[in-house]
């Protein structure tokens, strides 16, 4: 008996050593062979030493008739209502063209097969050099049998052995699973196959195709599942798309950016391999497809015979066909959906871990007093940082950067400028800008600052009046004019007309001398604070009687900012005068008022203050820019 095979030279080169040219898409043909003929088990032995390698299973087998009809025909739709299904456990047969087979000759020069059925073996071998020579002369090739229907009591078998590889390096074992677990989604309790060699096995099963596929999941959306529960919400005609064609799978993203070619998701059609890794046309603008892989089935696009949806070599779609450009259409608008689900996880994930931290407040921007605008942009750049791929540290470094920012209305104003669409890293240079901007503002300032702090100085040395005579510059219109004198980071005192006048009504002052009268200001600085301010003159001693006045005022006002929602909810008291009076009971008293945001301020603190808060914006500016030539403070 002999065997016949029929082609032509170009089918097989195309089909052959141009289909697949490494091993695991051509080991996947021969698994999925072994699958369809209702094997329960498949053993690759690698032969590390001699190059060749045996795949041998307990599947239905081959009779001497079907080696001829079936394997050895080629172009053979096995896809009729016959053979659409397994005969023993009725599995969803997954070859179709009959093609398959020849992709061994991409990677060995000959192939040896043997398979036994009711109680007969038989077995062959085809050369690729002979199949060519043979072909040329378009004559069918007959092979010998080197077995003809031996009988045996052996169970059904069939075994391959692909001989003469033309890879020369070793194949590694772990790689090469790895691989054959990517490529086929057909493994289960009744589905397993061994790969080994002298050194090593590994057992192919649905566990480890979960281990090597689902790996180092942060988020994950389990399809359709999550998409009926409304955990994943699209719009009807891709939800009714997906339920109607019996789309599942799971999709999932990493804590960590994947490697290039561990992101997209992959389709299979009937446990193969349909479809490489993809995204499916949606643009990669989106952080979230850094993070995100996962698997899809997808059998509908090969049920039928007619279905021709598949590439030949199994890694694309024909997305041009109407079918497809449908199919693409609705993933893409699943995809979309995740990436925006994974960035809501995410930023969530990421503030929790900034919170526990103990480090930052991600809602820092609510405890302010800001408007709501001002809010808005906050949010805006705190979850810009919260999405970035940058680590917690770095990520809460930054954000107390631009929380600290945020007291300075032109940096506000400065980063409501920020685009819509910028990306972290784009926001992480504007800051870094911004940083110069501010180094060369402060510079600017300090500087026209001096002249103040000096002119301060003289005041002070004069023992200039508290309250206002005319033609004479007091304490009071200088305070007025520069209230940084006081508080380095205000820039304005925006006089609080209706607590002031309350106040003044609570304390009427008009009875007493004109060098004792308080209450000299009562205003907003800025944020959620309320200042009162009580001057005295540059030599004037405070006393009890001073602190007991201040203490007055503070009690009275908080009292009506609770009967008064403003949006004020802090009194800072300043008095300020020469010194204290070294009286026990009046150093005891400044001790008790520190804790109650009440403070004692003398002359030559303030000035020694200035003097220092503004030299050090200097020298910071001078050593980061190397200016040379910066006045100097005496």
Known sequence: MSFE??????VIKHLGINMYSTLPPVLSELITNSYDADATSVTITINQKDKHIEISDNGCGMTEEELNSDF???????RTTKLNISPKFNRAVTGKKGLGKLSVFGICKSIYVESCKNGKINAFEMNYDLLLSQGEKDEALKLDAIIDNKSTYEQPYTKIILKNLTRKSEIPISNTANSLLNRLNIFSKDFIVTLKDEKDSKDLTKEERDKVIYKDEQFWWIIPDDIFNGKVKLDATTTHYIKTNNIKGKIFTTKETLADNLTGITLYARGKLANEPSFFGVKLSNYAYSYMSGTLEVDFIDQHVEDDNIATARN??????DSMKQLELHLATLIRKLGSLWEDSRREYKKKEIEESGTFNTKWYEKNNYGSQDKKLAEKITNLVIDSDMEINKATSLLNYVEGAFEFDTFIEYASEIEENVDANKLIKLLQDWEIIEAKEHYRLSIG???TIQKFDKLISSDTLEVAKKGIETMHSFLNKFPWILEPRLSSFDEEVTYRKILKEEFDDST??????????????????????????????????ELD??????RFIKSKLEENDRGLTQVKAYIIGKESAKDKNVQEEIKESLMHNRFVLNYSQMLSQARKYHQEFIDAYEKTNNLKSLRKIN
């Open 316 to 321: 694309s779609l024909i997305w041009e066909n």
């Open 512 to 545: 007493e001398p004109e060098d004792d009268r308080r209450i000299d200001f009562l205003c907003k600085g800025s944020s959620d604070t309320l200042y009162i301010i009580e001057i005295k003159r540059s030599k004037k001693i405070i006393g009890l009687k």
């Open 449 to 451: 600052r001096i002249e």
């Open 549 to 554: 006045q201040i203490k007055s005022y503070q």
């Open 5 to 10: 095979v029929k082609f032509s030279p170009v």
């Open 72 to 78: 050895l025909k080629i172009g053979r739709n096995r």
